[in-house]
């Protein structure tokens, strides 16, 4: 029997056999590397059952392969500290029986993450992805495998932006997915939202989002499907908080929310229908899921998305499996499902990390994705300078690219304090790389850019800080909005996540001085992505083209401007 | 340029809620108090008991102007098994008293929906009265947020 255990092993291969001499320091070469690493290894998987669900969640529009450092801070509270997704680093391997400098060890964690970059290379690229697929489906039949896409796939690229999504919609209909849910998709607008819906061949489901007018549901919440001869219902959940976290005024009809009442009536009429699994597509986020879970009953499997965490094989709460799977392209996630008189009787699951130079590329997706590139290729490639320290955004508090944006806001716009939103999307460069026009977008296309100047007191940033913070520390998940803490640059604090809200936030100060900011006195900040309609200023991606440009090279070391209290 | 409350914290890519972080605020906001009050008043002095009346409120508000609210008694709403009315309370608004439903036998069932304006975070509170006195309470806690910073 293949365990999970086994499965592991081979990622602990290169290490145990290299590591050995070399210790952990990953100062082994790609080459041997890769001799021990290979496609058919990554493909291993203790297949089971009739049905393959394959999972492909948050890839931001990345087509190609990138570098994206794991986060050192992911802080759970209440009953949700402590354990998966909230472990990091070596709490992290040890959980998950990870050896330090594998394979796996590099796709998961940030420990020596510079080293192991060099080691293993990029991950993801859809031409890969593409690849992994197939050969799932060669394997087990077209007629077993239900292909699913989680959302924020449209957005997070220079390609995708200029081209409102059409890149990815024309790459992602090639893995011929069976459906998808949304997030950072509406952000292009509900027109265009719905005209790429009725266009892409897939349903786009969604059990929560309901016509504010009329209070009728304006997807489809469900799709049926015949997989090994089993009757399958997949349901649709887009992120609860779209209307809060992003611009209402894009979509001002739709209303969201988690609305469990709702998902249950679906589950419930699925089950009438006949559907013998039951899986639900989410954006909600893990812990999110993790509650909705016991709160709803009759789900068997939920893959996740939003929170952009990547655990290893799927987490049983209850009778529901839970399947995370990254973001970024970096991993495909599979369950293999069991089924007997209309129940799920055994399971096996993993995340197979996208490994760009053990795959071999799709040769047919390569090309469109050239083809899709090819008319911006020459600006993307465009060098606008060099970073001397590793740039990467992911972490509950702080990252060296937001580190850069927050100093170009406040050397360009001439503010005390920038304010830079916590998004997760956003990759990784690694110490010496160039910064191109397509490193820049990745960490700033969207289509609500405006980098606002205006005056807060004390009060307000205090104020600002507390309520952001309470949507990522509030005990109770479905309080929880799924991004990290606001990026702050000119001023550091102290923050308490297990306070309550009013209490997290202490020691403002602004850097330059040292002072503690006063509640009543008025401080000139910059910031971007506001989710108000008519916001004057220029765009973040313009500001820092010309910020980077005339930096030249960028020198942005770790900084310790926030201090957690536990 | 004068900014609303609304707009400087929108602008900030911050969500915030309206919640007192080191400042007083003075506007006459409802207390808990104030609810309680009210409720014993509609009631008649009587403690609701938990169960019957179920409260669908969002967790976050989208927009604090306008959230949606629906309520539903368990009521076979003939003979003796009859809702006679439906309160709703906000026990954090200027005046916490939003709207009474009342029902009879016509009504077939005892379910209202309605929108509600709520100032800042704060339990909004059904309480229903049957016919033969006994008295039922569901309340949600719904989060007043103004938006940003989605991961």
């Known amino acids: 029997m293949f365990t999970r255990r086994d499965f592991l092993q081979y990622t602990v291969n290169a290490s145990i056999a ?52 794991p986060p050192d801070t992911n802080i759970g509270v ?52 593409a690849t992994l697929v197939k050969a799932i489906r060669a394997e ?7 292909f699913l896409d989680g959302g924020d796939t449209w957005q997070g690229s220079y390609t995708s932006l200029k081209t409102n999504g059409q890149d990815m919609v024309d790459c992602m209909k090639m893995l011929k997915p069976d459906a998808m849910v949304g997030h950072w998709e509406f952000t292009f607008g509900a027109e265009r939202v719905m005209e790429i819906v009725e266009s892409m061949g897939y349903p786009f489901l969604a ?71 039951v899986v639900l597509l989410s954006h909600d986020g893990f812990d999110v899921d993790r509650k909705l879970a016991s709160v709803v009953s009759g789900i068997d499997v939920i893959v996740t998305g939003h929170t952009h965490d990547a655990i290893p094989h799927a987490i049983e709460i209850g009778n529901t499996l839970l399947l995370s799977s990254g973001s970024h392209g970096k991993y495909l996630g599979r369950i293999d499902l069991e089924v007997k008189d209309g129940k799920v009787v055994g399971h096996s699951s993993n995340l197979i990390p996208v490994f760009s130079d053990v795959i071999t590329p799709d040769p047919e997706m390569a090309a469109k994705i050239d083809e899709v590139r090819a008319p911006y290729e020459a600006e993307c490639q465009r060098v606008i300078g060099r970073t001397e320290d590793l740039l990467y955004r992911r972490g509950n508090f702080n990252g060296t690219w937001d580190d850069l944006i927050c100093q170009g806001i406040i050397e360009q716009r001439d503010t ?25 977008y990745t960490e700033t296309s969207m289509n609500y850019p405006s980098v606002y100047r205006l005056e807060f007191t004390g ?30 640059g000119g001023m550091s604090y102290t923050c308490a996540p297990n306070e309550e809200m009013g209490n997290r936030i202490s020691d403002m100060r602004l850097t330059s001085t040292g002072e503690l900011l006063e509640p009543d006195k008025n401080y000139v900040v910059g910031g971007w992505a506001s989710v108000n309609e008519n916001v004057e200023g220029p765009a973040i991606y313009d500001l820092m083209e010309k910020h980077i440009s005339e930096k030249k090279v960028v020198k942005m070391p770790e900084q310790s401007t926030v201090a957690v209290k536990m | ?23 007083q605020v003075t506007t006459a906001f409802a207390s808990a108090e104030d609810a309680t009050k009210l409720i014993m008043e509609f009631t008649g002095g009587k403690e609701p008991a938990s169960g019957k009346i179920t409260l669908t409120a969002p967790e976050i508000a989208e927009n604090g102007n306008t959230v949606p609210i629906s309520v539903s008694v ?78």
């Open chain 1, 18 to 69: 290299l590591g050995a001499a070399a210790g952990f320091s990953g100062n082994f070469s790609r080459a041997l590397a890769q001799q021990k690493l290979t496609q058919d290894d990554l493909l291993k998987f203790d297949s089971k059952g009739q049905i393959t669900l394959l999972h492909f969640t948050d890839v931001h529009a990345q087509l190609k392969p990138v570098f994206f450092r």
């Open chain 1, 459 to 488: 009060t307000q940033l205090k104020e600002i800080m507390e309520d952001v913070c309470d949507n990522l520390f509030n005990k109770d998940p479905f309080f929880q909005q799924g991004g990290d803490m606001v990026r702050v």
């Open chain 2, 74 to 151: 368990e009521s076979a709403m003939s003979g003796d098994d009859l809702v006679d009315s439906v309160m709703l309370v906000a026990d954090g608004n200027p005046n916490p008293a939003v709207a009474t439903f009342h029902f009879t036998e016509m009504s077939g069932t005892a379910a209202a929906t309605t929108r509600m304006r709520l100032a800042k975070t704060q339990n909004v509170i059904a309480v229903a009265k049957m016919k033969d006195g006994s008295v039922f309470s569901d309340t949600k806690l719904v989060k007043v947020t103004i938006g940003g910073c989605g991961g």
């Open chain 1, 207 to 277: 059990s929560n989002i309901y016509d504010n007018e009329w209070d009728e549901p304006v997807f489809e919440s469900t799709a049926m499907y015949e997989k090994g001869g089993v009757k399958v219902a997949v349901i649709g959940q887009a992120m609860p908080y779209t209307p809060i976290a992003n611009p209402r005024w894009m979509f001002p009809k739709w209303s969201f929310g988690i609305r469990p009442e709702a998902l249950q009536a679906n589950v419930d009429k699925a089950r009438e229908e006949g559907a013998e699994v």
């Open chain 1, 78 to 129: 209440g009953d949700y500290a402590g354990i998966p997704p909230h472990l990091v680093g070596e709490e992290f391997l040890t959980h998950f029986g990870i050896e330090a400098g594998s394979p796996l060890a590099y796709a998961h964690t940030y420990l020596d993450y510079v080293n192991l970059a060099k080691t293993y290379g990029r991950l993801g690229g859809l031409d890969r992805t």
């Open chain 2, 1 to 23: 340029m004068q900014l609303t409350r609304r707009q400087t914290l929108g602008l900030a890519g911050g969500a915030a809620a309206v919640v007192v972080t080191g400042f």
């Open chain 1, 416 to 440: 005390q304090i920038a304010l830079s939103p916590g998004f997760r999307w956003g990759t990784t460069l690694l110490p010496g790389q160039d910064i191109t026009i397509d490193d820049l």
């Open chain 1, 140 to 146: 087990r039949g077209d007629d077993k495998v239900l």
